[in-house]
């Protein structure tokens, strides 16, 4: 029988751009991963090894450990899918217009408000007595000047021109991932190996070199996780490369192998999973949580971590292709302002918290609290800003 990757041309890969297209299955995969980005910053105050609220739960660092191993990444990933097509339908002068208004903007605007918004709540909760107007100008004038999870934006940003910069200089560029996500149609487990290989590749050495914990501050409040900006830039541009062409015949077709696939995604998902809380526990209990790690213990962590987020990828994107690809989601409603809630639920979600902090409940209704009523406010303060002249170009 002939695979569908014999069928294919040499030239067919890097076929002419199509009109974008909405597509249902990937809008929903995007909107559930901004309310896991709710979900991680409701919990962390409530965690049994960082909590800094008087009550926590054991159960939230699970959930932690999951969601900091591969929401970031896969929200690069979904982002990069469409890149290459759009570059292709339009002029680098409209491209960029584009993402300064779609990305840019938002940026600037977020730092100065509600990035100082946010930790004003942490600098009330540490009991520093300043009024807002102070500890506003000290954090945009003297620093330090976070970019809390804003750093997402200004980083993707950079991405997009870089790819606008590499799509200039050869289009085919990224041709090979496109064959190889073509060849996979009917087996993902290819890609899987050949994500898997290239990201740890680029993530442990960095893990290792680094550490888990340092930053690249470029001032104000540009700054990104050292150990994983390579990372990043990994999952992006295979995305990129996968939606380059045929995407309706590569890896993440409608009708491909891993939008019929069962179980096995999720779990393989544990393995890793189990793998990180091993490393936890010998990290803790064994070496005594020192602040520095030996090597052998953070390449071993490193290459867990990149296993668990190419694997749950895989997982969220079988079953949103499978089960959501048509028909009515409770994820729709919010699709249009998931962006918007990205960046503005941040300050929603610290001053729920403190004003939480003092309150004699379970530390499971403390955070159900937070994340029922960030999603509601931070949804409505979006749609209430979409309604805004011009605005839903932005949000």
Same mark, same amino acid.
């Given at each position: ?27 929903? @995969? ?7 980005? %709710?979900?991680?910053?409701?919990? *962390? ?35 990069? %899918? ?51 107007? @102070? ?21 993707? %940003? ?34 899987? %190996?050949?994500?898997? *290989? ?41 995305? @990129? ?155």
């Amino acid at each position: 029988m002939t695979s569908i990757s014999e069928t294919v041309a040499p030239a067919d890969v890097h076929a002419a751009p199509k009109a974008k297209v909405r597509n249902a299955s990937l809008d929903r @995969a995007r909107t559930f991963l901004t309310l896991v980005v %709710l979900l991680h910053h409701s919990v *962390i105050p409530y965690t049994y090894f960082g909590h800094t609220d008087p009550k926590y739960f054991v159960g939230f660092d699970m959930i932690v450990l999951a969601t900091d191993s591969f929401f970031m990444a896969m929200f690069f990933f979904l982002s990069g %899918l469409f890149v290459w097509p759009g570059l292709g339908r339009k002029s680098p002068g409209v491209f960029l217009r584009e993402r300064l208004l779609r990305l840019g903007l938002p940026f600037a605007v977020a730092a100065f408000t509600v990035i100082p918004l946010a930790y004003y709540a942490l600098a009330l909760q540490a009991h520093q007595d300043t009024t807002f107007a @102070a500890f506003w100008v000290k954090m945009v004038t003297v620093g330090p000047w976070p970019s809390g999870p804003l750093w997402f934006v200004w980083v993707l %940003l950079a991405f997009d021109l870089t790819a606008s910069v590499l799509y200039r200089i050869s289009p085919t560029l990224l041709d090979p991932i496109n064959k190889l996500s073509v060849r996979c149609h009917d087996r993902p487990a290819d890609f899987f %190996l050949f994500l898997l *290989i290239v990201t740890a590749a680029l993530y442990v050495p960095a893990r290792v070199y680094f550490g888990p914990n340092h930053w690249f501050e470029l001032g104000g409040p540009f700054s990104v996780q050292a150990s994983r900006i390579l990372f990043y830039a990994a999952y992006f541009f295979i995305g @990129a490369g996968i939606g380059a062409a045929n995407f309706d015949r590569g890896l993440l077709a409608a009708d491909g192998q891993l939008a019929k696939s069962g179980w096995g995604w999720v779990g393989l998902t544990l393995i890793p999973y189990v793998l990180l809380w091993g490393l936890i526990y010998i990290k803790r209990e064994i070496l005594g949580n020192p602040p520095v790690q030996p090597h052998w213990y953070e390449a071993s962590y490193g290459l867990f971590f990149a296993c668990f987020s190419a694997a749950i990828l895989f997982a969220i994107l079988a079953y949103f292709l499978r089960f959501k690809q048509s028909g009515w989601s409770i994820l729709d409603p919010m699709q249009p302002a998931a962006y918007g809630m990205f960046l503005v639920h941040y300050p929603i979600a610290l001053w729920l918290e403190y004003w939480l902090f003092d309150a004699s409940l379970p530390a499971v209704l403390k955070a159900a609290i937070v994340f029922v009523l960030t999603v509601a406010l931070s949804w409505g303060a979006t749609e209430a800003l979409r309604r805004l002249p011009g605005a839903k170009h932005v949000l």
